[in-house]
């Protein structure tokens, strides 16, 4: 059974910084494409960052471009997402995702997501 586990959300004031983790579980975790995505209250969820597998391509939004960095570890299968000067617009749970697809087959997971708050 897949798991994702996201921890490292919390509040912290504007400017600073946090480090999201996706801790994955049963599943082959470098053949997933995976990805952080945050959604608030009267917001479309919003795809933050991508990471393909074995870490050949990121791309980010252009909101957080030159602020969040995301990386993987796959020996460890943990995905991460270090946000720095972070602003109160970044307040919103952020939840990781897993995709992977082949000719026939196609599979997505999400975590259960992890509150950030980005106080003024």
């Known amino acids: 059974q897949v798991h994702f586990v996201e921890s490292g959300g919390g509040l912290v004031q504007a400017g600073g910084s946090l480090r999201l983790s996706c801790a994955a579980s049963?599943?082959?975790?470098?053949?997933?494409?995976m990805a952080w995505y945050r959604e608030s209250p009267g917001n479309q969820r919003e795809l933050v960052a991508f990471i393909s597998k074995i870490s050949r391509r990121t791309d980010y939004a252009d909101s957080v471009k030159g602020r969040f960095t995301i990386s993987r570890d796959i020996a460890e299968n943990i995905l991460y997402l270090q946000m720095n000067s972070l602003k109160p617009e970044d307040t919103a749970v952020y939840s990781c995702n897993g995709f992977f697809e082949v000719p026939g087959s196609k599979r997505v997971f999400w975590g259960q997501g992890t509150q950030v708050t980005v106080s003024s």
């Open positions: 049963g599943l082959i975790f470098n053949l997933y494409d």
